[in-house]
Nanobody
Framework: QVQLVESGGGLVQPGGSLRLSCVASGINFSLYTMYWFRQAPGKQRDMVAAITSRGSTNYAGSVKGRFTISRDNVKNTIYLQMNSLKPEDTAVYYC?????????WGQGTLVTVSE
C-alpha cells in the first residue's frame, strides 16, 4: 500500500523560508519520479516541482530560482526548500507519485505566507 506523508507547512512572513518533507512507503522509492503539487483556494492543483529517479529536476516557472526539490533515497523522502516566499505561494502542498498509471497523493500540508 502506497503512503505519502507530508510535513513542514506553517505560517511564514513574505520573504521567509520553509522546508517541506514527504516520506513515502509501499514503493521502491528510488525508482520513481516524485512531484510536489500545490492547490490554492478556489484554484486547480498545479505541479510545482519534480525530481526523477536520477535526480534531474523540473520546476514551474513561478517558483524557479526560489524553490529547490531534492530527495534522499535512504530515507525514502523528498524535500521542497522554499525561499523568498510570496503571498501567492499560499496553498496546500501535496506530494505525488504515479504508480502503475495511478496517481497517489498525500494528505497535504498547508503553507500560508502572510504578514
Amino acid at each position: 500500500q502506497v503512503q505519502l506523508v507530508e510535513s513542514g507547512g506553517g505560517l511564514v512572513q513574505p520573504g521567509g523560508s520553509l522546508r517541506l518533507s514527504c516520506v513515502a512507503s509501499g514503493i521502491n522509492f528510488s525508482l520513481y519520479t516524485m512531484y510536489w503539487f500545490r492547490q490554492a483556494p478556489g484554484k486547480q492543483r498545479d505541479m510545482v516541482a519534480a525530481i526523477t529517479s536520477r535526480g534531474s529536476t523540473n520546476y514551474a516557472g513561478s517558483v524557479k530560482g526560489r524553490f529547490t526539490i531534492s530527495r534522499d533515497n535512504v530515507k525514502n523522502t523528498i524535500y521542497l526548500q522554499m525561499n523568498s516566499l510570496k503571498p501567492e505561494d499560499t496553498a496546500v502542498y501535496y506530494c505525488n507519485v504515479r504508480v502503475m498509471d495511478s496517481e497517489r497523493w498525500g494528505q497535504g500540508t498547508l503553507v500560508t505566507v502572510s504578514e
